[in-house]
């Protein structure tokens, strides 16, 4: 038994399936003053929605989003358009409340916590920050593996205690890291076997010279780390801490019947690694865009998913999940309160 | 001259180009913390809103919806899968505030007005429902023109009324009207000369024989209005009272420099004949939705349109529309309130 088996327990996790409560979901889905089908994705958004709630009247969603940041040792390749200064710069962006995700929490009223999951900054204590940081950044998966066993089980603990103390029943997790999307395609050919350069991307702008650097880069790490196997181990060769804490705060959020609501490349990577661990939790998830990162969509198509949104996003910090958000409002309220054709007495359809 | 060009004037509309705004604009877009383009489609939302409203810092959007509703005379030829009673009876609906409509409003805090533009019932008076009726339905366009010149003209007035007295610099327009899909089918073809079954689908629900008995109806009604061919000969051979409202509601919100939020297929159909009345209108739209209908994708591909959403929505009721509000608040709030590179202290992209 390799080590990484050796403490870790995955919580446990239902499946949402419940046959007598998505029959009376989609009675009243069906039943609602629209022709039947008519709100499309919402619709199958609905019935998702009461399912995890394991209710015909699911209360009113409560949102929190938690933007995981943490420096990764591959960007001693120099696989990124930005320089690694820039995650704790903008660490403190979103302390200031200058980023995008700061903007859009505040238009949908949504709390927003940031951690610190091993940056490579000393930064100084103030309430808003959350300090869960594991190391100064992870080591260079070119050379070696990312994290310790350790390490990668302390980063998972600390997603998972995060949202264990969380009332909300809405998840939105993001992520700030410069470099993780290399960290991200790693984890994507690994799990998913697909060609390595149908997982590798222009990330914040490299120019085509830089992704097929970044691709020799991964190439070599992916030969190093091919004898990984096991989830865990994968996740601890190839992945960043900030990852490894979305994994942890998917599982607990699954296993408490928390909603997730799925940003873009890096955090689908995460989802990657926890559906290894427990299928389950991925029916707790809703996707809620395709990224522009080149890669996304085949993740997704991975995954059978059908995001959202698709708006050429590719900003990460859980922005694109934030800005699906009142649709997953949207899709809970239509279904709360919506009249039936009986209620408003409206007359149904011709017999055809 | 037809008797159609006598009177109605069509308001001076400007053209949104002012190129050195524009390059003020797309600087402080992209100097924004985020690498550059990763807003995808919001950044060029943000630019178009920038433009409409003449300013690099837009107010807070003020948005409004309408709601216009009217009867057919052409369900004299049974196209709809739903009696025509419905249109008054979700006209109650929405009174009443059980609709879908009614639920994206109040979720997105946006006031909502119901026009009657010529439903086939006598409404008890009520101060929620305006009252423009202009007949009690329209004609059978199948059999003859469905409004006269002077009823299409009034209603066109309705339209520019209600939005010039409208605080609101954002217009949602949406309508209801069982048997409206075929009219706005009608108009399609008419306009963008497409096959005509590209521009006929199921509605609110049709078999395949009753989409087909529906397109001969339609094939019927084109022949005998073969001759029109004057903008507003087209909107009161083949339009209808909501749908020509809508028309005047689009030519006075570009009048005044409003954005319009374009919802689905039937207000689509209205934009098509606007934009022969004034092309430059359609600089104010956002387009927010692509529509489940079959020939929404080919109305928009017409007009070169990009919509935000595409999640099978076929309600109509200004429904798409209000759910893409959101978006469109994101894309000015995020060129208002986000910080820059310089002023956040984040180091900019290396040198490649």
Redesign the interface.
């Known amino acids: 038994m390799s080590a990484y088996s050796a403490t870790f327990r995955v919580p446990a996790i239902s499946s949402i399936v419940q046959p007598a409560l998505q029959a009376q979901l989609q009675a009243l889905i069906d039943h609602?003053?629209?022709?039947?089908?008519?709100?499309?994705?919402?619709e199958s958004l609905a019935l998702q929605i009461g399912l995890v709630c394991q209710s015909t009247q699911p209360a009113a969603l409560q949102p929190s989003a938690f933007i995981f940041a943490a420096d990764h040792g591959v960007m001693a390749e120099n696989v990124?358009?930005?320089?690694q200064?820039?995650t704790w710069?903008?660490v403190?962006?979103f302390l200031?409340g200058?980023?995008?995700i700061?903007?859009?929490a505040?238009?949908?009223a949504c709390p927003l916590q940031i951690i610190d999951a091993g940056v490579n900054h000393v930064f100084a204590a103030r309430s808003a920050l959350l300090d869960r940081k594991i190391a100064m950044g992870s080591k260079n998966l070119a050379c070696e593996a990312a994290m310790s066993a350790l390490e990668c089980e302390q980063a998972l603990l600390a997603g998972m205690a995060l949202v264990a103390e969380s009332p909300a029943n809405v998840l939105i997790l993001g992520e700030m890291g410069i470099g993780n999307t290399t960290v991200a395609s790693a984890l994507m050919q690994k799990i998913t076997d697909l060609p390595l350069a149908l997982c590798v991307g222009a990330g914040?702008?490299?120019?085509p010279?830089?992704v097929a650097h970044k691709q020799a880069v991964l190439a070599r790490a992916l030969a190093l780390h091919a004898q990984v196997s096991e989830p865990l181990e994968i996740l601890a060769h190839l992945g960043g801490f900030e990852i490894a804490m979305m994994v942890g705060a998917m599982l607990q959020a699954a296993s408490m019947r928390k909603l997730i609501l799925i940003d873009g490349f890096i955090v689908t990577s995460a989802l990657l690694v926890a559906r290894l661990l427990a299928p389950q939790v991925q029916e707790y998830c809703v996707f809620a865009h395709c990224s522009?990162e080149s890669g996304h969509r085949a993740m997704l198509d991975f995954l059978g998913a059908q995001p959202?949104?698709?708006?050429?996003?590719?900003?990460g910090e859980g922005?694109g999940a934030m800005?699906a958000l009142?649709?997953l409002?949207?899709a809970r309220?239509?279904l709360v309160?919506?009249?039936s054709f009986a209620?408003?007495?409206?007359?149904?359809?011709?017999a055809?």
Chains 1, 2 share one sequence.
Do not use: C, I, Y
């Open positions: 609602k003053t629209k022709p039947p089908g008519s709100l499309g994705q919402l990124s358009a930005f320089p200064s820039v710069q903008m403190e962006n200031a200058g980023a995008a700061n903007v859009f505040r238009q949908h914040t702008g490299l120019a010279a830089g522009d959202l949104l698709t708006l050429g996003l590719r900003l922005s800005l009142p649709l409002q949207a309220n239509f309160e919506m009249a209620a408003a007495e409206v007359d149904g359809a011709l055809s």
